[in-house]
């Protein structure tokens, strides 16, 4: 069989005709042809750069960051807040996802704008110093803790088998106090089972 390379012609002239992301794959698999790969024209049908991905003829490239240490898995610290909404990819001085000053996340009572806060609501109040927003912020995790418990306690009343097309966890979530504070019993009557209270819990905690 004649394994005889390519002249230089022939695969400048092979790399030009390959679809963009076969020819990345190729060139970050074999080093002996990237010299020729970077001076050759790239045809692209359909380029998209977003903020933390770039996309090529549908396929798409992200960047994510990861914290590692040597007794655990990797975590991943780029993403979306599912409270907030907003993207980040970087950590403040305590090592966690910085969704404050690099993702633009209101602490309660930042600034009376429509944007979601840390808990994912619209604060329509207008704090204007920091101390007045730490202090609104205690009171909403204290807030957020007196609701863990209160789910905790009517996990234990509910039944696990859950009532048909009930819509409960949804009604739940749509629950829009103007000031927060602890659910009253319809509130808690809108979660009819343990699968639905559980995931309550979950949300709970992941805002604490």
């Known amino acids: 069989m004649n394994n005889k390379p390519f002249t230089y012609d022939s695969l400048k002239t092979i790399i030009l005709y390959t679809e963009p992301n076969l020819r990345f794959l190729l060139s970050s698999r074999v080093p002996s042809i990237r010299a020729t790969e970077r001076v050759v024209p790239l045809k692209i049908k359909e380029l998209v750069i977003g903020s933390h991905y770039i996309e090529v003829n549908k396929t798409r490239y992200e960047i994510d960051l990861y914290q590692i240490s040597s007794d655990e898995l ?13 993207r980040t990819c970087d950590v403040d001085e305590f090592g966690t996802r910085d969704y404050i000053t690099r993702a633009g996340g209101m602490l309660p009572g930042n600034d009376g704008t429509a944007e979601r806060n ?3 609501d619209r604060d329509p109040n207008n704090i ?12 909403r995790v204290n807030v957020e803790k ?8 009517h996990q234990q009343k509910v039944g696990s088998v859950p009532k048909p097309l009930s819509g409960g966890l949804i009604r739940f ?5 103007n000031v927060a504070q602890v659910y009253n019993e319809m509130e808690l009557g809108f979660l009819d089972n343990k699968e639905m209270v559980e995931e309550a819990i979950k949300d709970t905690e992941n805002k604490i």
Do not use: E, M
């Not at 990797?74 to 909404?85: A, E, K, N």
């Not at 007196?146 to 306690?153: C, G, K, N, S, T």
């Open 74 to 86: 990797p975590y991943q610290i780029s993403g979306v807040s599912g409270l907030s909404r907003r």
């Open 118 to 120: 840390l808990f994912g």
């Open 128 to 139: 204007p110093t920091n101390y007045g927003r730490v202090r609104r912020l205690r009171r």
């Open 146 to 153: 007196q609701r863990l418990d209160q789910l905790l306690v």
């Open 173 to 177: 979530k749509t629950i829009d106090h």
